[in-house]
């Protein structure tokens, strides 16, 4: 297949909801939206920033209160979701970085495996 051949047929998707910063109410509506992009015959997923923590301060009062354990949780969750049903999604998150806090993206190629910038 040429690059060409796979640029017409990719079907890009952008999943954006009104997050918050309870980790699991923001997995289901992720969970949600890989089902419907899914559906909709989707092969690139992408999410907005923090989806899975909430922005903080907006959605989550601080990133120093983000239970990390439960985000990792979350994002293996998303990344097998995502590859059952054969997309490639990009996940915004918010990880620890050098003694504070930064906002990330988590790229799973559809093969069980995140790349985090």
Request: hydrophobic share 45%; proline share 3%; aromatic share 6%.
């Given at each position: 297949?040429?690059?060409?051949?796979?640029?017409?047929?990719?079907?890009?998707?952008?999943f954006q909801f009104a997050g918050s910063?309870?980790?699991?109410?923001?997995?289901?509506?992720?969970?949600?939206?890989?089902?419907?992009?899914?559906?909709?015959?989707?092969?690139?997923?992408?999410?907005?920033?923090?989806?899975?923590?909430?922005?903080?301060?907006?959605?989550?009062?601080?990133?120093?209160?983000?239970?990390?354990?439960?985000?990792?949780?979350?994002?293996?969750?998303?990344?097998?979701?995502?590859?059952?049903?054969?997309?490639?999604?990009?996940?915004?998150?918010?990880?620890?970085?050098?003694?504070?806090?930064?906002?990330?993206?988590?790229?799973?190629?559809?093969?069980?495996?995140?790349?985090?910038?």
């Amino acid at each position: 297949m040429t690059a060409g051949h796979l640029a017409a047929h990719l079907k890009l998707g952008a999943f954006q909801f009104a997050g918050s910063g309870d980790v699991e109410a923001n997995l289901r509506a992720l969970e949600g939206g890989i089902e419907q992009a899914s559906a909709a015959g989707v092969r690139l997923l992408v999410t907005q920033e923090c989806a899975v923590t909430g922005y903080p301060p907006v959605e989550t009062p601080s990133a120093a209160g983000i239970d990390f354990a439960a985000a990792e949780r979350a994002a293996a969750r998303v990344q097998a979701l995502a590859t059952l049903h054969g997309l490639f999604a990009v996940l915004g998150t918010v990880v620890p970085h050098q003694g504070g806090f930064r906002s990330s993206s988590r790229r799973t190629s559809g093969r069980a495996r995140w790349r985090t910038t």
